[in-house]
């Protein structure tokens, strides 16, 4: 929380490029330090892992193939495709494939993590320095945040590089956020609305949440919805909940051509993958005990970090409680402390069986899958109270930090699986042409991706059980053969059933001689299957644009207007 002694010299370090620079050396730093067994122990093998590294390569292919937005998953199901790229936000995959064609692979996972956690260091700088005020306290909660027990989970155990990524921005977003409620005032003596530029701001990090990690986007919606309200219930006014409204709309307009496509395409794949065995919010409350040992033992690991983080912000926020009186606060002070307590408060609670009910009945809630990553909030709350401690006792609160991470770190390390052969093994894929698995909940509505073969042709005749042999093998050319876009052509003795590889997908359209062609489909998987006349014959497949894609990109470009308005026109009254 501001505090009232802060000199005009001491606030004017803070705001100083100076300060910024110690910031980002202090972050580097902390990041490094995370890093450190991955230079003799290899990669942490998390979870999730491949999933991302194969992203990561198949956005960097298609970025040489002209493709500089892509949409669908070239490589997924060993060649046969899925819409991955439409489904999954673009931030965390883009930044993957941008550092994969300037660095050696097998140093990405390594490099990414260096990168989002130094700008995830900087992020709680962004907050703290506005809130401790001092330049050594807010450093202090910089390598907390840095550090914190959740990120250190997420990257030694879970691998989740889009949710790391997403949990960087959350100290700023939340900065925004109590901005824009009026918890922190920043206007001029007898202005009460936010200036527009905080408007913008709020907008831009919130969508830049959703556009890292979905899950840690319906995450911030409800915090931010819950900050907003605390702030329109403590004012006794409307206008900090009309205000984040107005906020939270204009984000999603600037994520709208992600989110449109995204919520709109769900009915053509199995979504309800996302929701399988082990993924519900039921079955993984804190020390949740389910059928599956392994998923136990992780719950478990998980459960513990909870209570670590719950147990360090209770004790610093009842010391913080006890030694401030209301006369030493500020106005900013108690408003900004009580939003803390309020978050903290209803982020550890979400976390426990008894608020399941919630969890089904609140919209899209239950896609958090985890209850546990309401932690992403938690670390925000955690390094806010632990910039707050050192202030009353430095020397203290450092040793106790110290020890909390280092020892969470060690326990991580220790228990999670270490790698040097991941990246290495989906190059090998992707080089030979053989691809990757697929996704259960991004797999095409009336496929099974289980099903579906290795090591396939990119077209093939296909001969029913009791039809004959084709009496002449068939002659394919492919003339282009490209994740939106596949042209072959063929000659054939009599008319026959190829088979492209790929899956069948709405925005595919099929066409054979400039003909749009009826698709059949294989037995026992999903692939576009085409009835070509004898002859020679030209077949090709386009990947086109969908009208939720055309309606989100246009929401977008009105959002990213409007922002600019926002931010030209607070540029000029400053001017």
Known sequence: MTDSRATPEEQKTLEGTCAWMIAACVSFATALAILAPFFWLGTASGHDISFHISSWFDAASQWKEGILFPRWTEWANYGFGEPRFIFYPPFSWMLGAGLGNIFPWTWIPALFILVVQTFAGVSAFGLLRRTSGNLR????????????????????????????LATAFFPLLFLAGLRLSGMIDENPPGRKAPHRKAFAQFALLFAAVWLSNAPAGVLASYSLALLFLWAAVTQKRIQPALHGASGLALGLGLAAFYIVPAAYEQRWVNISGALAGGLTPNENFLFAVTQDFEHDAFNRIASYIAIVLIACIFVAAASEWRRNSPKTQTDDSRKVFGAMIALGVVASVMMVRVTNLLWMLLPKLRFIQFPWRLMMVLAVVFAFFAAAAARRAFA???????????????????????????????????DNKAGFEGTDEYDPLGDDHTDVPQKQPETKVIVEKGEPEPTQKPEFQVLRWTAEERLVTVRLAAPARIRLKLLQYPAWVVSVNGKVAPLHRTVSYDAVVVEVPSGESRIEARFTRTSDRTIGGCISLMGALATGMLLWTSKRREA
């Open 137 to 164: 306290f807010a450093l202090f909660g910089t390598v907390a945040y840095a550090a914190n027990p959740y990120a250190l989970l997420v990257i030694y155990l879970r691998s989740d590089f889009a949710e790391l």
């Open 396 to 430: 203290f609160s450092l040793v106790v930090l110290a020890l909390a991470l280092s020892l969470t770190g060690a326990y991580l390390v220790k228990h999670t699986w270490w790698d040097t052969e991941d990246v290495d093994t989906v190059k090998e894929a992707m």
